[in-house]
């Protein structure tokens, strides 16, 4: 027996209506199909121009394009998409070896344990996020994800305040430092494995690159060194699982404190930093004292 509740729309759904609706349908059915067709051509449009733009960009024209265009796609973008990790994987590797040999022969009375550093702060995420952000790779990056626009965003806000390569003072999202790493594979794979070629891209890419003279040390590091050596004792108090944030005590008083809630590192490097900025002050203060006693 049909509930009273389902009578109106068995009555409703006659052949007649039936034939109505599809006959609506139908008359719709070429505009959006139409509709369909020009989004799809607008999207492949946007996207040679892309090719295009960034291919002026770095100063390389592929031969196979779709490398480029999957250098810029994250996993994110489709669940069919081809993303830009194997790419990714071939780019990291490609520009250690890079890097290590232009340092190798740039700086031949260098040993391992400078060279090291070097070539981290020349290929960490902080310098490869800062390198995408400088030629706008960020602008031709197709993902799903609108967190990852705010953290772009988030990182570019904050360039000003740090206008050099902080160290770890900065939040950089990773994205960046892929899609620079899956251009540079990109460029290797289509120039068929060719090291000169894509050093050229990633060179002009990198600049200004890291030297020894620039180089800066990690500000824990950097803290903790200059007060051994001046015999001030360093005191790290952790309330980053409370509000984020760090402090640094130098010889019982408070020199310095951090916050960054999406990282703890972040929150302690700026803590430390802080602090080393206030025993430099203090020396200088100090040394001023002695100098006009």
Known sequence: MVGSWLRPFLNWV???????????????LPGILANEDATQRSLQDDTSRNVEEV?????????????LRQAFTHPSYDKDCISYERLEYVGDSVLNLMITKQQFSKYPNLPPGLLSPLRAANVDTEKLARV??????????????????????????ALPEYPLHSHGLINAPKVLADVVE?????????????????????????????????????????????????????????????DGSFEVFIDNQLSGKGMCHVKKEIALNRAANKAYDEVIRMLSVGNMEIANS
Not at 14 to 28: C, T
Request: proline fraction near 4%.
């Open 55 to 67: 291919q002026k960009i770095i100063g390389y024209h592929f031969k196979d394009r779709n490398l």
């Open 14 to 28: 006659s052949p007649l209506n039936l034939h109505k609706y599809g006959a609506v349908l139908n008359s719709l």
């Open 182 to 242: 899956s251009t540079i594979g990109a460029v290797f794979i289509d120039s068929n494995s060719s090291i000169d070629t894509t050093w050229e891209v990633a060179e002009n890419l990198l600049k200004p690159i890291i030297t020894p003279e620039i180089l800066q040390t990690n500000p824990v590091k950097k803290l903790y060194e200059t007060c051994q050596k001046h015999k001030l004792k360093v005191r790290v108090v952790d309330m980053w699982s409370h």
């Open 132 to 157: 995408a952000v400088k030629h706008d790779f960020h602008k031709y990056l197709q993902h799903g994800r609108p967190i990852l626009t705010r953290r772009i965003q988030s990182f570019i806000n």
